[in-house]
Structures are given as structure tokens and as C-alpha cells.
């Protein structure tokens, strides 16, 4: 369900960032990511935790962002949980307001808000399938030092 923190660098895409100021592509997009698409229509909290945790820059993980958006939608109220993380993501990047305010996108069109937001994160150089460490690993970001293989003493 979250990420697999699957490190090929071999899979990060190579292309220069979109400039900041607009999306990539639009809200009514969903099909130019057809699997993203497939995974928001049966499982919108998955989506929405693998966003979550990237925007958040792993400071929220995939299971709790995902386990909250469930409880959430038992009471019909997710979409005050999911447009703060449309915020955030539109403050990260400069985007828009657009077509409408993130709370009136998500109340109306949340499988649709949810695609536009993943495809934006992969546009951006991001894959949320993969969590935030990894994309830190793959960008070359924080790194741990190797650990010593134990040797055999006497």
C-alpha cells in the first residue's frame, strides 16, 4: 500500500522541473497517468498517503495520512483533511488556485484533485510510490553513512 522504498536510481527521471507558477498538467487530467488514476478510483487513502508523505517531506507517513483520510471519509469530512495538503503542495511549487479554491476542488472532485497532485509530484522529479526517503536517496540528499561489516576478531 505505501511505499516500497524500491532506490534504482537507474528509475529517476532525468528531465529538468516545470517551472514554478503553473501545473503540469490539468485537473481533469487523470488518464495521461492511467495507473495512478486506477489506484485513486479503488483507493483514493493510498494515493492521498503517498502525497501526503512527500509534501510533507516525510514528516507525515503514508499509513497515517492514509489511516486518517479513512476515518475521515466515515464522517464526510476528508476533504478539510485533503485540500491542506493541496495548500501546501500549490505553496511548494507557486501554483495556482485553480480551477477554484483546494477545499471547493477536493469537496467536488477529490479523485480528481488527487491525480492532478501525484501526476504533479512525478512532473516535479518525485515519484510518491517510492515514500520520501527514497526520493531523498535517489536526489542525493540526506545520506547515512555505510556501516562497517562486522570482521571476525579474536
Same mark, same amino acid.
Given at each position: 500500500m505505501c511505499p516500497n522504498n524500491n532506490t534504482n536510481p537507474e528509475s529517476a527521471p532525468h528531465a529538468p522541473s516545470p517551472p514554478l507558477g503553473q501545473w503540469t498538467t490539468g485537473l481533469c487530467g487523470c488518464f495521461e497517468d492511467p495507473s495512478s488514476c486506477w489506484v485513486t478510483c479503488c483507493c *483514493?487513502? +493510498?494515493?492521498? @498517503? !503517498? +502525497?501526503?508523505?512527500?509534501?510533507?517531506?516525510? @514528516?507525515? %507517513?503514508?499509513? %497515517?495520512?492514509?489511516?486518517?483520510?479513512?476515518?475521515?471519509? $466515515?464522517?464526510?469530512? #476528508?476533504?478539510?483533511? =485533503?485540500? =491542506?495538503?493541496?495548500?501546501?503542495? !500549490? @505553496?511548494?511549487?507557486?501554483?495556482?488556485?485553480? *480551477?477554484? @479554491?483546494?477545499?471547493? #476542488? $477536493?469537496?467536488?472532485c477529490t479523485a480528481c484533485a488527487l491525480c492532478q497532485e501525484y501526476r504533479e509530484l512525478k512532473n516535479r522529479g518525485l515519484d510518491p510510490s517510492i515514500g520520501w526517503v527514497a526520493n531523498e536517496k535517489m536526489k542525493g540528499g540526506t545520506t547515512a553513512p555505510p556501516i562497517p561489516a562486522p570482521s571476525m576478531t579474536r
Open positions: *483514493p487513502f +493510498i494515493t492521498f @498517503g !503517498r +502525497i501526503a508523505e512527500v509534501v510533507d517531506q516525510g @514528516g507525515t %507517513s503514508c499509513f %497515517s495520512a492514509a489511516r486518517n483520510y479513512m476515518l475521515l471519509a $466515515h464522517i464526510g469530512a #476528508v476533504f478539510l483533511y =485533503t485540500c =491542506t495538503y493541496r495548500t501546501k503542495l !500549490r @505553496g511548494l511549487y507557486k501554483l495556482p488556485a485553480e *480551477p477554484c @479554491g483546494d477545499c471547493c #476542488v $477536493h469537496s467536488f
